[in-house]
């Protein structure tokens, strides 16, 4: 498993971090892991080097000892790799490729080149957790990216906002404190629907909306879209303004279900007003009917699950249920990530 830095470069800062994150994976999935050849350069580095990130995903897909690809971590610069991405590689190389916030912006790369890809845990957070990688992570990872067979879905046990400082080794031991989780949120909807997963940081598809890797607008038929909010903690009315751009643009209006992830430091009734004003915008483009939940447990929450983008899921109000209807692998063995294959869409 090969770790790439597409944005940020947060390693080089906390070295010691990277090095657990590398250490807990291997000893957590008995894999082997490696650093591209740029992971750990600066963030000075890699923010003026587009190309040299770029040429890292590259290097991960082209290698054949390499079977994954996971991010280092996110950031805010992923959009600049755009004009030097291969899409032709990325297609002829389908890998496990894992990240979430900036890295939504390579999740769309690789659903423009065809393949599946992962909304999931990074190496310098979840993978590197405070005390050892998460149960719920080890489970969602496993189920994932080891079994080849469809996901049922599940709610984290316990949450935290609590936030360790990466740069103090000492706290490396320290498990963070943790708080039982209520579950998913049925906000509204009252039919089961069936649809592709897509979506990923709600912050950078804003950045991403009219390039070459934003998606076609027949894309959207009855897709299940996933939004989540960076470490940032947009204001709700931030995301009502966002939500108002997707009615009309006509995506909305297409849409077989959506998902919102539990977003991080937010306060409850800061969370209750987000779920207000989304459902506000969705009666005004006439989408009451629309199925959503919220309260979940990807991206910027922690413990993070896995969600394979790509897919096609089943969102199901009645049973309160959500799954997949197809594995992400074709091929999959829980003691060698070298036999997982991930299928072109």
Partial sequence: MAIVSLSAGVSAAVPHRHDAGMRQLEQTFDVQVVDAPNARRDDAFLRANPRARADDLHWALAENAVAGILTSIGGDDSIRMIPYLDFDMIRDHPKVFM?????TVQHLANRVAGVVS?????????????GGIHPYVEECVRDALFRSEPL????????????????NPLLASRRRRWWPNPGWAWLQGTEPVEGELIGGCADT????????????????????LLLELSEEAPAPYTVELWLQNYGATGILGRLGALLLSRPETYTLQRMFELWDRVQRVLAEWGRSD???VANLDYGHS?????????????VDPIERTIRTLEPAVTTASA???G??????Q
Avoid: C, H
């Avoid at 990240?99 to 890295?103: E, I, R």
């Avoid at 992962?118 to 190496?123: A, C, E, Q, T, V």
């Avoid at 049922?152 to 740069?167: G, K, M, S």
């Fill in 99 to 103: 990240g979430f916030s900036d890295t």
């Fill in 118 to 130: 992962f909304y999931g845990p990074s190496l310098l957070t979840a993978f590197a957790e405070n």
């Fill in 152 to 167: 049922q879905l599940r709610a984290a046990p316990e949450w935290t906002d609590e936030r360790l400082d990466w740069a």
């Fill in 205 to 224: 598809l804003e950045t991403v909306k009219g390039t070459a890797i934003w998606p076609p607008p027949s894309t959207w038929d009855g897709s299940v």
């Fill in 290 to 292: 629309l199925v959503v």
């Fill in 302 to 314: 922690s413990p993070m699950g896995v969600l394979p983008l790509g897919v096609r899921a089943r």
């Fill in 335 to 337: 003691d060698d990530l």
């Fill in 339 to 344: 036999l997982v294959v991930v299928p072109e």
